[in-house]
C-alpha cells in the first residue's frame, strides 16, 4: 500500500507516532503501548506510515523495531515554505499585543 506524506500525517495517532520515534527506533509494543488503542490498530498506522515512506521496518528476533525515514517530509516542508510568511507575520502581532500588554 502507498500512501502519500500528507495522507499519513493528516491523523493524530501517526503524527504522535512520528513524535515518539524522532527520538530513536522503538519497538513495536513499545510504540503500542503510548495509546489506548489496540495493538492491531497501532500496527495499521505503522503500516501506513510505511507506506508513505515516512518510517522503515527492522525485523529483530520476534520483534519490529521502527525508526523514523524524515526525507518525505521535506515534500511537506517545500509545500508549506510559501504560507510561512502568514504565520511569521501573526506572531509579530501577537508579539507587538504582549508587548503592549506587558509594558
Known amino acids: 500500500m502507498i500512501t502519500d506524506v500528507f495522507s499519513a500525517l493528516a491523523n493524530p495517532v501517526r503524527r504522535?507516532?512520528?513524535d515518539s520515534l524522532r527520538?530513536?527506533?522503538r519497538a513495536a509494543g513499545e510504540l503500542a503501548g503510548q495509546f489506548s488503542l489496540s495493538r492491531p490498530a497501532v500496527s495499521e498506522h505503522l503500516s501506513v506510515l510505511?507506506?508513505?515512506g515516512l518510517v522503515r521496518e527492522e525485523p529483530?528476533?520476534?520483534?519490529?523495531?521502527?525508526?523514523?525515514?524524515?526525507?518525505?517530509l521535506?515534500?511537506?516542508g517545500q509545500w508549506l515554505?510559501?504560507?510561512e510568511h502568514f504565520w511569521r507575520e501573526r506572531l509579530r502581532s501577537l508579539r507587538d499585543?504582549?508587548?503592549?500588554?506587558?509594558s
Open 23 to 25: 527520538e530513536g527506533p
Open 16 to 18: 504522535q507516532l512520528l
Open 60 to 72: 529483530r528476533g520476534r520483534h519490529r523495531y521502527y525508526h523514523l525515514q524524515a526525507q518525505p
Open 50 to 52: 510505511r507506506g508513505a
Open 74 to 76: 521535506a515534500e511537506v
Open 81 to 83: 515554505h510559501p504560507y
Open 97 to 102: 499585543v504582549l508587548d503592549e500588554e506587558f
